[in-house]
Nanobody
Framework: QVQLVESGGGLVQAGGSLRLSCTASGSIFSINRMGWYRQAPGKQRELVATITGGGMTNYADSVKGRFTISRDNAKNAVYLQMNSLKAEDTAVYYC????????????WGQGTQVTVYS
C-alpha cells in the first residue's frame, strides 16, 4: 500500500511564492517519473511540470521560468517551487508519482489548493 501526502498550498498575493511538497510512503521500491498537475474550476486537469528519475524536467509553457520542480529520492518526495505567482495559477494542485512496487503504478496525491489574489 502506498500513500501520498501533499502540503504547501495556500493563499498568496500575486507576485508571491509558494512551495508544494508531495511525499510518498509505503511499499516503494523506487519512483520513476514524478509530476505536478493542476485543475482550475470548470477546467480540465493540466500538466504543470514533470521530472524523470534521471532528473530531466518538463514544464508547461505557462509556468516556464516561474516554477521549478525538484525531487529527493531519499525522501520519496517531489517539490514544486512556484514564484511570481499569477491569478491564473489559482487551482487545485495534484502530484502524480509512477511508483515501482513489483509493477509500476501511478498514484495521485489528494490535492492542495493554491489561491492567488491580486
Amino acid at each position: 500500500q502506498v500513500q501520498l501526502v501533499e502540503s504547501g498550498g495556500g493563499l498568496v498575493q500575486a507576485g508571491g511564492s509558494l512551495r508544494l511538497s508531495c511525499t510518498a510512503s509505503g511499499s516503494i521500491f523506487s519512483i520513476n517519473r514524478m509530476g505536478w498537475y493542476r485543475q482550475a474550476p470548470g477546467k480540465q486537469r493540466e500538466l504543470v511540470a514533470t521530472i524523470t528519475g534521471g532528473g530531466m524536467t518538463n514544464y508547461a509553457d505557462s509556468v516556464k521560468g516561474r516554477f521549478t520542480i525538484s525531487r529527493d529520492n531519499a525522501k520519496n518526495a517531489v517539490y514544486l517551487q512556484m514564484n511570481s505567482l499569477k491569478a491564473e495559477d489559482t487551482a487545485v494542485y495534484y502530484c502524480k508519482l509512477a511508483i515501482v512496487s513489483g509493477l509500476v503504478y501511478d498514484y495521485w496525491g489528494q490535492g492542495t489548493q493554491v489561491t492567488v489574489y491580486s
